[in-house]
T-cell receptor, first 117, second 113 residues
Framework: ETGVTQTPRHLVMGMTNKKSLKCEQHLGHNAMYWYKQSAKKPLELMFVYSLEERVENNSVPSRFSPECPNSSHLFLHLHTLQPEDSALYLC????????????????FGPGTRLTVL | GNSVTQMEGPVTLSEEAFLTINCTYTATGYPSLFWYVQYPGEGLQLLLKATKADDKGSNKGFEATYRKETTSFHLEKGSVQVSDSAVYFCALSEPSNTGKLIFGQGTTLQVKP
């Protein structure tokens, strides 16, 4: 399945580093999402972009900064993270509703496993 | 607010056993309902979905029926295989322009040979 790709697959960083996660979708969708998956916790929606505009920010700390330069690409810029930010970060895409009956199924990438030391 | 509740796991079954993973939801309006599966070390994959009451989603031998009267979307499979071992997530999509998903906490299934 190569509809949604994420790089890198694994990332280890120190608390003072700055890094970026990249997501690319090849499905012609116009909405993209970042989720955080921590051990033994439900999936947490972080950000939603629809038609390249951020439409949702679920009280995410400012050390996480998303960027959506076009409908195919989504980035998550990371800086001064904490060890509790270690998790699997998942990207997804879908076709945002433009009328009744439009599919809203989300398709996920494989995730980036982030470890903050 | 909208929410999804799944049965707690882990669920451990022998190969060829019958599987049921319960899922109930709370929602206003008419959400779409989904089951996603996550195999070890991978992201989530859509397993099946239903978009209106009494719809049955099915894929790879798995089935789930959208029951509005009981607000449920239980996942079933008649005969599980070792390769079905994974984490299963029930989710609902709020009717909105963003297609926001609300996930349950996930149920781990382990199938033993």
């Amino acid at each position: 399945e190569t509809g949604v790709t994420q790089t890198p697959r694994h990332l280890v960083m120190g608390m003072t580093n700055k890094k970026s996660l990249k997501c690319e979708q090849h499905l012609g969708h116009n909405a993209m999402y970042w989720y955080k998956q921590s051990a033994k916790k439900p999936l947490e929606l972080m950000f939603v972009y629809s038609l390249e505009e951020r439409v949702e920010n679920n009280s995410v700390p400012s050390r996480f900064s998303p960027e959506c330069p076009n409908s195919s690409h989504l980035f998550l810029h990371l800086h001064t993270l904490q060890p509790e930010d270690s998790a699997l970060y998942l990207c997804a895409s879908s076709q945002a509703r433009t009328g009744a009956g439009v599919s809203n199924t989300q398709y996920f990438g494989p995730g980036t496993r982030l470890t903050v030391l | 607010g909208n929410s999804v509740t799944q049965m707690e796991g882990p669920v451990t079954l022998s190969e060829e056993a019958f599987l049921t993973i319960n899922c109930t939801y709370t929602a206003t309006g008419y959400p779409s309902l989904f089951w996603y599966v996550q195999y070890p070390g991978e992201g989530l994959q859509l397993l099946l979905k239903a978009t209106k009451a009494d719809d049955k989603g099915s894929n790879k031998g798995f089935e789930a029926t959208y029951r509005k009267e009981t607000t449920s979307f239980h996942l079933e499979k008649g005969s599980v295989q070792v390769s079905d071992s994974a984490v299963y997530f029930c989710a609902l999509s709020e009717p909105s322009n963003t297609g926001k998903l609300i996930f349950g906490q996930g149920t781990t299934l382990q199938v033993k040979p």
